[in-house]
Nanobody, 120 residues
Framework: QVQLVESGGGLVQVGGSLRLSCAASGRASSNRFMGWFRQAPGKEREFVAYIRGNDGYTRYADSVKGRFTISGDSAKNTVYLQMNILTAEDTDVYYC?????????????WGQGTQVTVSS
């Protein structure tokens, strides 16, 4: 079973940057998808980005394209989310997820979340 631990959240001003990390432990597989989601209080969890482990293919939500970059370090079993040009609308709890699947991921493992607050 894979366990995920996020870090790197915090308080940043509008226009600033943050980098989130997600460390995976346990039986991680290079065939897995790794992704980031976010959720505000009272709202549904929203997809942000994912990376496919076997070939590095990435996909982003339209709202973060050009500002966020997902990447992975297989040697460290860690996935990163570089977030630039942050806006107040990016304020959320960010969750790391691991998933399986051939074409599209089925998310089956979640981290505990890390808070990102963007202040104006």
């Amino acid at each position: 079973q894979v366990q995920l631990v996020e870090s790197g959240g915090g308080l940043v001003q509008v226009g600033g940057s943050l980098r989130l990390s997600c460390a995976a432990s346990g039986r991680a597989s290079s065939n897995r998808f790794m992704g980031w989601f976010r959720q505000a209080p009272g709202k549904e969890r929203e997809f942000v980005a994912y990376i496919r482990g076997n070939d590095g293919y990435t996909r982003y939500a339209d709202s973060v394209k050009g500002r966020f970059t997902i990447s992975g370090d297989s040697a460290k079993n860690t996935v990163y989310l570089q977030m630039n040009i942050l806006t107040a609308e990016d304020t959320d709890v960010y969750y790391c997820a691991a998933g399986v699947g051939r074409i599209s991921p089925q998310w089956d493992v979640w981290g505990q979340g890390t808070q990102v607050t963007v202040s104006s």
